[in-house]
């Protein structure tokens, strides 16, 4: 059982930038394949990154080129650095923690990201 904290969301200018944390509590976290979801109103939830507890990354196309997933071990915590911030990027965005082999996931309580101008 962990706790995800997420942080850094708000309120931006299309073009700009923004960096979200998401603080896992407890230990095991280098084990944890780490990810970014968001929802959007209306949409279903979807992935926007990922990184495994190896540090191997996936983006969805929508992001690739402009969003950069991190892990730091030593600091349970996983980061997505978001740049050229477009309006489409709106969403609630959500932390998950994953361990596969146990089928275990958890979620944090998600972070508004608005990009308006």
């Known amino acids: 059982q962990v706790r995800l904290v997420e942080s850094g969301g708000g309120l931006v200018q299309p073009g700009g930038s923004l960096r979200l944390s998401c603080v896992v509590s407890?230990?095991?976290?280098?084990?944890?394949?780490m990810g970014w979801y968001r929802q959007a109103p209306g949409k279903q939830r979807e992935l926007v990154a990922r990184i495994s507890s190896g540090g191997s990354t996936n983006y969805a196309d929508s992001v690739k080129g402009r969003f950069t997933i991190s892990r730091d071990n030593a600091w349970n915590t996983v980061y997505l650095q978001m740049n050229s911030l477009k309006p489409e990027d709106t969403a609630v965005y959500y932390c998950?923690?994953?361990?596969?082999?146990?089928?275990?996931?958890?979620w944090g309580q998600g972070t508004q990201v608005t990009v308006s101008s």
């Open positions: 407890g230990s095991g976290f280098s084990i944890y394949h």
């Open positions: 998950n923690a994953e361990r596969q082999v146990v089928s275990y996931s958890a």
